[in-house]
């Protein structure tokens, strides 16, 4: 029999999602079967796949020791823990994401990746131990594309990820990009209302400008900030968290992201980064019992930024040339 004892981060959740992150191998079915058989029980009776877990809870398990994983590699150790951190505090961190740094890994391998960099630099602070917790790690709160630079709210306990991730759904974090893209915009700023798709197969977002089946909304906002003629430094707010939402709606305008090959941009081009920062970040909260409500009202903003020296190069180039 094993022991599990219910901790802050694992309070305040169902019974079968705990299991389901403790015990990642085993099948849904078989985890139905012990509940119902009481080889799983909370406080040594028995319990309910829906019922909630409180701190101080105990589970026990009578089950085969093979679904217990074992936390003898520490994966996460073999990347670096170097982080270019913007705010930190007891709860989260917004760090500055380097471009072509993936958010997460996509393989089993050993791949540097920041959500990997942020377990390695908690758990050097001390702040994180994986022997220590049962059913949460330390996560991103959302991503950014590998090859943008910008800002990454991150979450250090559980109930600060899920206060994030419900203000995030909400539309109560602001964020906002720059972006550098080819030719003008006929507009100086416009709001703009397209639906989106994403073809897994080409890992390519798809934009239209009518409501079709398949395709959700997608709500965009942008003003130009320098217009060089041939090259535009541009303002864009997202009203959507959609995959590519940026670099397809550029694309559909005719004016594609400096750099973003896959999206039309010249192919001398080909060996650059798009140009696209994640620089700001606001967090309008409405008023709750969030553990984050201290937060409302803060604004953060990255300076001199990749996409901003890119602009001012293209800039200085083009004043040489018509010298």
């Known amino acids: 029999m094993k022991e599990f004892y219910i901790g802050e981060n694992d309070a305040d959740q169902r019974v079968d999602k705990f299991i389901q992150k403790t015990m990642k191998t085993m099948p849904k079915s078989l985890m139905y079967k012990y509940i119902r058989n009481k080889k799983i029980k909370v406080n040594r009776k028995r319990c ?4 909630r877990l409180a701190l101080g809870d105990t589970m026990q398990c009578y089950i085969a020791e093979e679904f217990y994983e074992t936390q003898s590699m520490r994966q996460f150790l073999q990347v670096p823990s170097t982080l270019d951190i913007v705010y930190e505090d007891e709860h989260i961190l917004l760090i500055n994401k380097p ?7 996509d393989t089993s391998e050993v791949q540097d990746n920041l959500a990997d960099r942020l377990l390695h630099y908690l758990y050097e602070s001390q702040e994180y131990d994986p022997a220590h917790e049962q059913s949460f790690t330390p996560a991103l709160c959302h991503r950014i594309d590998r090859n943008t ?12 990820l899920r206060c994030m991730n419900e203000k995030i759904a909400a539309r ?3 964020k906002k990009y720059l972006c550098i893209i080819q030719g003008g915009l006929r507009k100086q700023q416009d709001h703009i ?3 989106h798709r994403k073809k897994e197969q080409d890992n390519i977002a798809e934009v239209i400008e009518h409501e079709q089946e398949g395709y959700a909304r997608m709500e965009t906002s942008y003003r130009v900030l320098q217009d060089k003629g041939s090259y535009s430094l541009v303002e864009v707010e997202l009203h959507s968290g959609k995959s ?4 397809a709606l550029m694309s559909w ?3 594609p992201l400096l750099g973003d090959v896959k999206y039309g941009a010249d192919k001398t081009a080909q060996k650059q980064y798009q140009a696209l920062c994640a620089y700001y970040v606001a967090f309008h909260f409405h008023d709750g019992d969030c553990c984050l409500q201290y937060l409302n009202g803060k604004t953060f903003q990255l300076t001199d930024t990749d996409v901003e020296r890119r602009f001012s190069a293209i800039s200085n180039s083009k004043r040489k040339q018509h010298r």
Request: charged share 20%.
């Open 253 to 255: 305008l005719g004016h």
């Open 193 to 195: 209302v397209l639906y």
């Open 244 to 247: 590519h939402q940026i670099r």
């Open 99 to 105: 471009k072509g740094l993936r958010a997460h890994s």
């Open 172 to 174: 109560e974090v602001e």
């Open 48 to 51: 309910e796949i829906s019922q």
């Open 149 to 160: 630079q910008g800002l990454v709210i991150a979450a250090k306990t559980a109930a600060a």
